[in-house]
């Protein structure tokens, strides 16, 4: 592990996770989106992948005016986090059920991000670094945006989801 010998580094350090973290959100969206059922959530996912590109930028430019290339460092949280991804691509069974786990794993990864991304705004404020802590307003408005997006298209996969469910042999559903 590295030294973080201050809060610059600690901001930096923040940024970094953030931009490596995105960079895997670049790989794993195309793949959800093409796993997707819904015709609203398949164009959400489209849709995040271009403001995906846009937060990148933005947290190269933030780098750079900490005067920080513009690299990442492993995000361990994030590399989980699109595992899940995967295995909601990969459910078996009804559409809309698959399309509700897409909606679960999809609606972590934005949490995540929102936190992530509320951390470094608070550090760059902090810092009194206005420019930095702009750019990362500018992208948690986008992902709580994204998010909310994600619920409202869960209220019609959900009911979607829920009308798939029949009794199959050798299941019980449990009563709640």
């Known amino acids: 592990m590295s030294a973080i010998l201050t809060f610059h580094d600690l901001l930096i350090n923040e ?6 973290a995105e960079h895997q959100l670049l790989k794993a969206l195309p793949k959800m989106a093409k ?17 995906t590109r846009e937060h990148v930028k933005r ?11 513009p690299k990442g460092k492993t995000c361990h949280a994030m590399l989980g986090l699109v595992k899940e991804g ?22 972590r990864v934005e949490h995540y991000e929102m936190a992530g991304y509320g951390t470094a705004r608070a550090f760059a404020l902090g810092l009194k670094e206005a420019e930095v802590a702009q750019l990362l307003q500018a992208t948690l408005f986008e ?3 994204t998010n909310e997006k994600l619920t409202e298209i869960s209220v019609a996969v959900n009911a979607d989801a829920l009308s798939s469910d029949a009794p199959t042999s050798g ?6």
């Open 143 to 145: 992902e709580g945006d």
């Open 59 to 69: 947290l190269a430019t933030a780098l750079g005016i900490l005067g920080c290339p």
């Open 171 to 176: 299941t019980t559903k449990s009563k709640r």
């Open 15 to 20: 940024l970094q996770d953030l931009f490596f």
């Open 35 to 51: 796993a997707a059922s819904n015709p609203k959530l398949k164009s959400g996912f489209i849709s995040h992948l271009g403001q």
């Open 86 to 107: 995967a295995e909601a691509i990969e459910t078996k069974g009804p559409a809309a059920v698959r399309d509700a786990a897409l909606i679960g794993a999809a609606q």
